[in-house]
T-cell receptor, first 116, second 111 residues
């Protein structure tokens, strides 16, 4: 079946603009995660959902970042008033079980965000 | 919080050489351990995992054993191929399900 998809794959924006990044998880997967990866580093956790409920947003860097998953499937990560330091690869992952530490997370291809 | 330390890279090997990539971790609870791989131009994919002490994960000729006493999960392969050239990430989940990754290490295998 289809894997995790993300759109857009590449986004170039000007400083101060808002951006919305979309993630479509594997069908039937309960948990959805967002990570951010800087060049030369491993991904860092941002937030995650079980169904439509946001379980943990401790990794969101500041209040310009928000995420939602209103119907328990597709999720949107929104960054308001973008800054150059927001430039990174944003990765989404999904897993079958609800917040299980042993469950495999399946990653999408990522969205490369560049803020000019 | 949870953390993962990977050996510094990059690593360059000749085809058929033996590979070891070191990984140590700190985590709360009963952590699960993962190796993810990113091939050139592709996304992150799971290579192998182990969910309890002394478990061995294996896939595509790669192996890693969950060593609780040394808090390690070193990745090994007996004979690498050019197609194994990629970036390898060690990761842990501790008391919750969020993954904590190491910095990753780039492996290049020359013919």
């Amino acid at each position: 079946g289809a894997g995790v998809s993300q759109s857009p794959r590449y986004k170039v924006t000007k400083r101060g603009q808002d951006v919305a990044l979309r993630c479509d998880p594997i069908s039937g997967h309960v948990s959805l995660y967002w990570y951010r990866q800087a060049l030369g580093q491993g991904p860092e956790f941002l937030t995650y959902f079980n169904y439509e409920a946001q379980q943990d947003k401790s990794g969101l860097p500041n209040d310009r970042f928000s995420a939602e998953r209103p119907e328990g499937s597709i999720s949107t990560l929104t960054i308001q008033r973008t800054e150059q330091r927001d430039s990174a690869m944003y990765r989404c992952a999904s897993s079958l079980a609800a917040g299980s530490p042993t469950d495999t997370q399946y990653f999408g291809p990522g969205t490369r965000l560049t803020v000019l | 919080g949870d953390s993962v330390t990977q050996m510094e890279g990059p690593v360059t090997l000749s085809e058929e050489a033996f590979l070891t990539i070191n990984c140590t971790y700190t985590a709360t609870g009963y952590p699960s351990l993962f190796w993810y791989v990113q091939y050139p131009g592709e996304g992150l994919q799971l290579l192998l995992k182990a969910t309890k002490a002394d478990d061995k994960g294996s896939n595509k000729g790669f192996e890693a054993t969950y060593r609780k006493e040394t808090t390690s999960f070193h990745l090994e392969k007996g004979s690498v191929q050019v197609s194994d050239s990629a970036v390898y990430f060690c990761a842990v989940t501790g008391a919750n399900s969020k993954l904590t990754f190491g910095k990753g290490i780039t492996l290049s295998v020359r013919p």
